[in-house]
């Protein structure tokens, strides 16, 4: 068993920056592709990004390609989210995400596949 636990988000008004963090607890985290995912009100949950378990590999939603960057320290055992340029609609609920991988150079963008969710961390960007 995995769990994840997020931190960092706030208001924020148009313009500025955050940094979310998750934290996992369990096995050797770099076994694990990490994603970033978010849900805004009445909408379904989208992907944002997510990174390899031995942080080679990155991919990002295109709405956030320049202005998010994904990040992990593996002894740590945390995921970062740099979030830069925030715009209103990037308010959401943002969810840590972990999959486990044999190959880690392995990441997905799918979030039927990851395997343990945290419980969210709400960002609210103002105009």
């Known amino acids: 068993q995995v769990q994840l636990v997020e931190s960092g988000g706030g208001l924020v008004q148009a313009g500025g920056s955050l940094r979310l963090s998750c934290t996992a607890s369990?096995?050797?985290?770099?076994?694990?592709?990490m994603g970033w995912f978010r849900q805004a009100p009445g909408k379904e949950r989208e992907f944002v990004t997510s990174?390899?378990?031995?942080?080679?590999?990155?991919d990002y939603a295109d709405s956030v390609k320049g202005r998010f960057t994904i990040s992990r320290d593996n002894s740590a055992k945390t995921v970062y989210l740099q979030m830069n340029s925030l715009k209103p609609e990037d308010t959401a609920v943002y969810y840590c995400?972990?999959?486990?991988?044999?190959?880690?150079?392995?990441?997905?963008?799918?979030?039927?596949?990851?395997?343990?969710w945290g419980r969210g961390t709400q960002v609210t960007v103002s105009s």
């Open positions: 369990g096995r050797t985290f770099s076994s694990y592709c």
């Open positions: 990174i390899s378990g031995n942080a080679a590999s990155t």
């Open positions: 995400a972990a999959k486990g991988i044999i190959w880690g150079g392995s990441y997905t963008y799918r979030g039927y596949e990851y395997d343990y």
